[in-house]
């Protein structure tokens, strides 16, 4: 639906929202509680074209509706405002209220733009406190990690992440390529548990060839607690023209690579592990 709030992607969707608590029955208060929108320009903006509830109607309610609409005019409301407040086709406020001097504008459109956003970021910051809260509360929920949590997450990672022998070309090897820093140092710590023995590790950047291949290694040493220097060459990837990348910046820092030396044994012990979790799950289907 193309109109001028097009660019707040936020907007469509909480006009969705809004419509469709309208058509619940909500009245414009309750909306505005419920979508914690407190400006009401936005509030008349998102049910706009949505008739009230039956219930906020009253008996004789085209006379009241009537002197209702004058009385909002004459305190400067818009059309869109009226329609909005009282669920009335604009030919109808039209009709009414015709007669009635224009209202100065209350707002320049910047300034009713200036609001929307303001009123929008509100909500945006609103819904960041409460993810910050839903995220904290689930990680207490998470609580000590045993040793036996931490092998079964480790398996079900390494299955999910890392690589794995095809029947046609078995290739019997652990390794394991991310680029997410927490993933990596709960792979690492995974191989820890099962006395993988450090020097068997093998590190190697994979990035795209125009980064900053220097502070990415210096960035993964870190994560993975070893030197820089252990680093085998980089595996870089070339640059393609045609494709526009959304993992340039600082924060990109490419994949690191995680081989283990002499690995046929855990990569088979690690096909045995996931395939038992399998079975078990299974069972549960049943």
């Known amino acids: 639906m193309a109109h001028s709030h097009g660019k707040y992607a936020d907007f469509e969707g909480l006009r969705e929202r809004a419509v469709a608590l309208r058509r619940q029955g909500y009245s414009l208060r309750q909306i505005r509680d419920e979508l914690k929108i407190f400006n009401n320009d936005i509030l008349n903006q998102l049910v706009k074209g949505e008739p009230p509830p039956e219930w906020t109607k009253r008996p004789n309610a085209k ?7 004058r009385e909002l005019r004459l305190q400067g409301w818009t059309y869109d405002q009226i329609e909005a407040e009282l669920g009335c086709s604009r030919s109808s406020v039209s009709l009414w209220v015709r007669d009635l001097p ?3 504008p209350r707002y320049t459109p ?3 733009r200036a609001l929307m956003q303001e009123g929008l970021a509100r909500r945006r910051a609103a819904d960041n406190e409460e993810r910050k809260k839903t995220k904290l509360g689930a990680r207490r929920e998470i609580g000590e990690l045993t040793d036996r949590e931490l092998f079964m997450a480790g398996v079900a990672l390494y299955w999910a992440e890392g690589s ?5 070309d078995r290739r019997e090897r652990a390794i394991f390529v991310n680029s ?11 191989l820890d548990l099962l006395d993988v023995n450090r020097e068997r590790l093998g590190f190697r950047v994979l990035i795209h060839e125009s980064a900053d291949i220097d502070a990415a290694h210096r960035f993964w040493a870190e994560i993975a607690e070893v030197d820089a220097s252990v680093f ?3 595996t870089l990837k070339k640059h393609n ?3 526009v990348r959304k993992n340039t910046g600082d924060d990109y820092h490419g994949c690191l690579v995680i081989g283990v030396a002499r690995s046929a044994d855990l990569y088979n012990r690690i096909e045995g592990w996931w395939n038992g979790i399998v079975a078990q799950a299974q069972s549960r289907l049943r």
């Open 164 to 168: 794995k022998s095809k029947p046609y």
């Open 63 to 69: 006379d009241d509706l009537r002197e209702k609409a």
């Open 241 to 243: 023209p045609k494709t």
């Open 232 to 234: 085998a060459k980089p």
């Open 110 to 112: 910047e300034e009713q």
């Open 180 to 190: 997410d820093p927490g993933v990596i140092q709960t792979y690492l710590a995974w």
């Open 102 to 104: 224009r209202p100065k």
